[in-house]
């Protein structure tokens, strides 16, 4: 490392006095130290757990490894016993639906808000300030009305399913091995519109007016105007919040314990929820992070996308 | 000529009625987002008799403060220690921001510097549940879980690299004469961070601290995992206890939801364009 801050001063200071070169390779110094607490906080609370579950997925680890500090290696042990759990292939395949779902759901429901809000019209900036409560409040909060929504007899949900005569049986959302999966999606997609809306929004006010006024002259209507206009420019950030939103929704963690705990009997179970319950229901603690491993792999893959994505667009865009 | 004009202000009149038909359309979208919270309200202030009637009511049959008393009585520990999680937070993230932030943007060493932010964006996009089950296990070695401060270090882990990205975004865009003109005064970095560019990145930090309050404030994984202690119970960990029993008393469940959406209702109404700009720096400014 310190020969690149070298390079650099010498460069940035190429003709003049040894003094000054010095002064100002003392000066950058100092400025660097301005990053001490931060790169000791990362080491400490980022690298430090990431390879520490890494390792610990190799071991036997159980509650008592935190008394005797012994665990064991058992190099892929804790791999071969998760792929071989009854519960994994459910919860992979929670995983995937969970997160495609919430991501189709989320982004084009905050795309169609977003769109209704390039309109200027009395309140729309207060109004639309109002979108983000889902995505401000708690999730806890959100999570304790939904499990009342849900209410198979006194629920909201029902109620109005049942007014509409669609059916006249009372569903049992949370209860239901079927449904419990589709009702913590449902609560995620609500919690996570804000957020895509926002986004969008945001893409959608950078696009020049001037564009909307020339394609109306030349008579092309609202869709043509979105399809040709909104969209293909709006490309680059739908692609930013569409690897975002997948990153933080194979994350969700909040939304399912608070409504269904991963129940009943572990349907409705991601890998992050059967993580915590593997390493604090069952104490195997080794086994939990293996599958820790597992959603760290997914999220750094497509983290790494979003990195490349988001650094080279909107590069491309400030231009 | 007056025909034209009241022709004018005929059509301006049917812009108008338009417009407000758009805005009576958003209401409709709002009030179909926003129905949870108002079920929230809305069973707040409701008899326990009441959550059993069919159909549900719109409204209290008979309003009443019960579910707030219950409330109260069992949730001023959990916001009191909620509070200390978020203002811990706010504490914790500062400190540790701030000056990487302004490294960041102000000190030439740019590799550095990239591969910094690098480093932070992806290990921020760690699961928490990962993050969770080694810091318990770190901590216990410690001896300080259970202890605020556990949890405070663990929250402001979501907190710091947002904070970072936004404060950095703000300062690169502070004018260098103003730095120029202090080094030829004889000042050094400390100096310029702490007199000039600290007080005019006002701004960000208060998007940063509001953020990291919120953050703290609605943790739960982290407490969840690192507290056992009944007496650091933060609300939403309350409301968790709350919601998995047999038997739920709705009308104090909900009451202290109210009292958890606190902070954020006040953050909309007063900060919002804190809030807007915080989103949309935090996921594209690189």
Do not use: C
Request: aromatic letters at 14%; hydrophobic letters at 55%; glycine letters at 6%.
């Amino acid at each position: 490392m310190a020969h690149v801050v070298e390079g650099a001063a010498v460069k940035a200071a190429a003709p003049t006095l040894p003094q000054v070169r010095s002064w100002q390779r003392r000066d950058r110094l100092i400025g660097l130290l301005f990053l001490v607490p931060a790169v000791v906080y990362i080491v400490v609370f980022y690298v430090y757990p990431i390879l520490y579950n890494i390792l610990m997925s190799f071991e036997r680890y159980t509650a008592k490894s935190f008394v005797t500090g012994e665990a064991p290696f058992i190099g892929l042990g804790n791999f071969r016993r998760l792929v071989s759990n009854p519960d994994f292939t459910t919860a992979v395949w929670n995983t995937v639906l969970f997160t495609l779902g919430s991501l189709f759901f989320q982004f084009t429901i905050g795309l169609a808000i977003a769109v209704f809000f390039q309109r200027k019209f009395p309140l729309s900036g207060f109004l639309r300030a109002l979108m983000l409560m889902p995505w401000l409040a708690p999730v806890l909060v959100s999570g304790a009305v939904w499990v009342r929504l849900f209410d198979m007899d006194y629920g909201t949900i029902n109620f109005v399913i049942r007014s509409l005569d669609v059916t006249s049986q009372h569903i049992a959302w949370l209860t239901d091995p079927h449904l419990a999966l589709i009702s913590v999606l449902i609560a995620n997609i609500w919690i996570g519109i804000p957020f895509n809306m926002v986004i969008l929004y945001g893409g959608l006010q950078d696009i020049p007016g001037t564009l909307y006024d020339a394609a109306a002259i030349d008579g092309a209507g609202p869709w043509e105007q979105f399809s040709y206009i909104s969209w293909p420019l709006l490309r680059p950030v739908a692609t930013v919040v569409l690897l975002l939103g997948l990153v933080y929704t194979v994350k969700v963690f909040d939304v399912i314990m608070s409504i269904t705990r991963g129940g009943p009997a572990n349907v409705s179970q991601t890998l992050n929820t059967w993580a915590y319950s593997l390493s604090f229901s069952i104490l195997d603690f080794g086994l939990g992070a293996a599958a820790g491993d597992i959603l760290m792999v997914v999220v750094f893959v497509f983290g790494l996308l979003y990195l490349r994505y988001a650094y080279r667009e909107i590069r491309e865009v400030g231009q | 000529m007056t025909a034209t004009v009241a022709t004018q202000a005929r059509g301006q009149a049917r812009k108008r009625a338009k417009s407000w038909l758009w805005t009576l359309l958003a209401l409709v979208i709002i009030g179909l987002m926003l129905f949870p919270f108002y079920e929230i309200v809305n069973i707040s202030f409701m008899h326990e008799t009441d959550i059993l009637q069919y159909p549900p009511p719109f409204f209290p049959p008979h309003p009443t403060l019960d579910g707030y008393r219950q409330a109260l009585s069992t949730a001023v520990g959990y916001i009191q220690s909620s509070l200390i999680y978020a203002l811990g937070t706010v504490v914790i993230t500062l400190l540790v921001a701030t000056p990487a932030a302004y490294a960041l943007a102000r000190v030439r060493a740019a590799r550095i510097g990239s591969l910094l932010l690098f480093v932070l964006i992806l290990a921020q996009m760690a699961p928490g549940i990962v993050v969770a089950i080694s810091l318990y296990a770190m901590f216990s070695h410690l001896h300080l879980l259970n202890s605020y401060l556990a949890v405070i270090l663990a929250d402001s882990t979501i907190a710091v690299p947002f904070a970072i990205i936004v404060m950095r975004a703000f300062m690169i865009g502070i004018p260098q004469e103003l730095a120029d003109a202090a080094v030829v005064d004889g000042a050094g970095h400390w100096r310029i961070f702490w007199s000039i560019i600290l007080p005019l990145s006002r701004t960000a930090l208060i998007t940063a601290s509001l953020f990291s309050f919120l953050f703290g404030w609605g943790d739960f994984l982290f407490a969840l995992i690192l507290n056992s202690n009944p007496h650091h119970t933060p609300i939403t960990v309350g409301i968790y206890r709350f919601i998995g029993g047999f038997s739920v008393e709705w009308p104090s469940v909900m009451a202290t939801a109210v009292i958890a959406a606190i902070p954020a209702t006040i953050l909309l109404t007063v900060a919002q364009r804190y809030i807007a700009a915080g989103i949309t720096v935090g996921a594209l400014k690189e």
